[in-house]
Antibody, heavy 127, light 109 residues
């Protein structure tokens, strides 16, 4: 059974950098079909995609975060990580890691959904 | 960026009733790109439906999805007590970004 376990600091001061890591158990990063994703949910709001990476370490980011976010992968440890710089109170949220699966061919694309999620990390930014 | 608008914001229903949730996209979404999730407080979201109408592993058949183009629907045929939660739609195409709808809360009437 595939599991994602995430960890990182839960209390930050403004301007600090958020660092979260997500470990993958029961699966590997290899395979073009997997996407390793970070999502957050601010208090009282909906889900927001932060960005994602694949097994080659190729990443895509939400334009809203693009200048201060980076997502990396460590295949030797079966982990992927999120760094979000210059945190403010507006970044207070529950952060999730998740696995996505896609199917792709020249003229065909299928998104199989985000089928495995981490447990979530509550991150509070306060002075 | 494709904006997904979910309605209603809140649905007040009784156990046993039918729930119909709407997800409208700002531009056409390929059916293969639309998914639905259930989210309960203190838990991670749970994948219900992918490809507009395919149930994820272990999802009971009272959950069904339909739609095309810009209009998609999640239907819960008969609400069970454990179905009261927030539901999100998501589109994920070849080109990022992926986006989520704002959510519909299904609450007990």
């Amino acid at each position: 059974q595939v599991q994602l376990q995430q960890w990182g600091a839960g209390l930050l001061k403004p301007s600090e950098t958020l660092s979260l890591t997500c470990a993958v158990y029961g699966a590997t990063f290899s395979g073009y079909e997997w996407r390793w994703i970070w999502i957050r949910q601010p208090p009282g709001k909906g889900l927001e995609w932060i960005g994602e990476t694949n097994h080659r370490g190729s990443s895509n980011y939400n334009p809203s975060f693009k200048t201060r976010v980076s997502i990396s992968i460590d295949t030797s440890k079966n982990q992927f990580s999120l760094q979000l710089r210059s945190m403010t109170a507006a970044d207070t949220a529950v952060y999730y890691c998740a696995r996505g699966r896609v199917g792709e061919a020249t003229f065909w694309w299928h998104f199989y959904g985000l089928d495995v999620w981490g447990q979530g990390t509550t991150v509070t930014v306060s002075s | 960026e494709i904006v997904l608008t979910q309605s209603p914001g809140t649905l007040s229903l009784s156990p046993g009733e039918r729930a119909t949730l709407s997800c409208r996209a700002s531009q056409s979404v390929t059916k293969n790109c639309l998914a639905w999730y259930q989210h309960k407080p203190g838990q991670a979201p749970r994948l219900l439906i992918h490809g507009t109408s395919s149930r994820a592993t272990g999802i009971p058949d009272r959950f069904s999805g339909s739609g095309s183009g810009t209009d998609f629907t999640l239907t819960i045929s008969r609400l069970e007590p454990e179905d009261f939660a927030v539901y999100y739609c998501q589109q994920y195409g070849r080109s990022p970004p992926t986006t989520f709808g704002g959510g519909t809360k299904v609450e007990i009437k």
